[in-house]
C-alpha cells in the first residue's frame, strides 16, 4: 500500500509539472498523441498475438504497402483499433464511459473482423475459456459491469492507480465479449485516465509475462498489487516522454546518455526499467530528456 502511495505522490507531482509546461501547447501535444497511435495499436495488438511489427502497424495507418503477406483480420484489427484510439482522444473528455459507449468501441474495433458479435456482449450459451479461467455465465455480465461502474465512480477519492487496476482487472475477468476484450479493456483504461485529466497510458508487449501474472494474481486471490506496479509505471513513463517534450529538453537515447555520463548502461536501464529515472520507451528504444 505505501508502495502505491509512493508511486501515486510522484506521478502528481509529474502531474503537476505536465500542466505548468502544458499551456499554449495544445498542437504539441496533438502530434505526441497521433505519434503515439501506432505504438499503442501495435502493443495492444501483439499482447493480443498479432503477428504485426510496429513498422509494419505504421505502414499499415499510412496506406503504405507491406513486404509479405497478412491476412485481412490482421489489417482490420490495426485499422479498427487505431480508429478506437483516436475516437478517445479526441472525445473522451465529452462524453461519459458508460456501457453504451463500451458497446459502441466494440463494434467500432470489430467491424469487418466478426460483424455478428461486434457491438454485443455474450448472450445466452456463449461462455468463454481463457487458459484454465472460465468466465461468468453471459446473464451475468451486465450486472457485473455496472458493479464494475458502481466500484470505480464510488472511489473517486482513492488514487488513480488502484482505481484503474481494478477496473481493469473486472473488466477482463468478466469477459464481456465474445472477441476483443483485451483490446477494449485497455482501450477503456485510457479512455478513463483522460476523463480524470491524466495522460493515456501504453501497455508494452514486452511486459506481456507480468501483465498475464496480474490477471492470475486477480484470479487465484482477489489481489491487485502486480496491476498497480504495472499501471503505476505506464503512468509515469507517459509522463516522463510528454515533460521531454514540453520542457524542451535534449531527448537522447539511454545508451548515449550513459556515455555523456559515464554511468553504468545496465544500471541505468534497471533505473530505467523500475521508472527511477525520467526515462521513457519510445518506438522500442529507452530515451531521457537532458
Known amino acids: 500500500m505505501a508502495k502505491v502511495l509512493n508511486v501515486f505522490g510522484k506521478i502528481n507531482s509529474l502531474r503537476e509539472r505536465y500542466y505548468k509546461t502544458a499551456n499554449k501547447k495544445e498542437s504539441l501535444l496533438g502530434l505526441i498523441s497521433e505519434a503515439e497511435v501506432a505504438e499503442q495499436v501495435y502493443n495492444s495488438n501483439a499482447i493480443e498475438n498479432s503477428t504485426l511489427s510496429l513498422e509494419e502497424t505504421e505502414k499499415i495507418l499510412l496506406k503504405i504497402d507491406l513486404d509479405r503477406y497478412i491476412t485481412e483480420r490482421e ?19 465529452e462524453q461519459e ?11 467500432m474495433l470489430i467491424s469487418n473482423i466478426n460483424d455478428d458479435i461486434a457491438g454485443r456482449f455474450r448472450k445466452e450459451d ?10 461468468p455465465d453471459p446473464k451475468e455480465v451486465v450486472g457485473k459491469l455496472e458493479k464494475m461502474f458502481v466500484a470505480y465512480n464510488s472511489s473517486s477519492n482513492e488514487n488513480i492507480i488502484k482505481r484503474i487496476a481494478l477496473l481493469h482487472l473486472t473488466f477482463e475477468h468478466t469477459h464481456p465479449f465474445l472477441d476483443g476484450n483485451g483490446r477494449i479493456g485497455r482501450a477503456i483504461n ?5 476523463r480524470e485529466g491524466f495522460v493515456p497510458i501504453n501497455i508494452k508487449f514486452i511486459d506481456r509475462k507480468s501483465y498475464y501474472e496480474a490477471f492470475n494474481e ?40 550513459s556515455k555523456k555520463k559515464k554511468m553504468s548502461y545496465s544500471n541505468l536501464l534497471n533505473k530505467a526499467k523500475r521508472q527511477t529515472i525520467e526515462a521513457f520507451l519510445e518506438k522500442g528504444v529507452w530515451k531521457i530528456g537532458i
Open 190 to 194: 485510457n479512455y478513463l485516465l483522460i
Open 97 to 107: 464511459l458508460n456501457l453504451d459507449m463500451i458497446l459502441f468501441l466494440h463494434k
Open 75 to 93: 489489417l482490420f484489427e490495426a485499422k479498427n483499433l487505431a480508429a478506437v484510439v483516436s475516437y478517445m482522444n479526441k472525445k473522451a473528455k
Open 218 to 257: 486477480f484470479d487465484k486471490k482477489g489481489e491487485t498489487s502486480i496491476m498497480e506496479e504495472i499501471v503505476g509505471k505506464a503512468i509515469t513513463s507517459s509522463y516522463h516522454k510528454r515533460l521531454a517534450y514540453l520542457e524542451e529538453k535534449e531527448i537522447v537515447t539511454l545508451a548515449e546518455y
Open 126 to 135: 456463449e461462455w468463454v475459456r481463457v487458459g484454465s479461467y472460465i468466465a
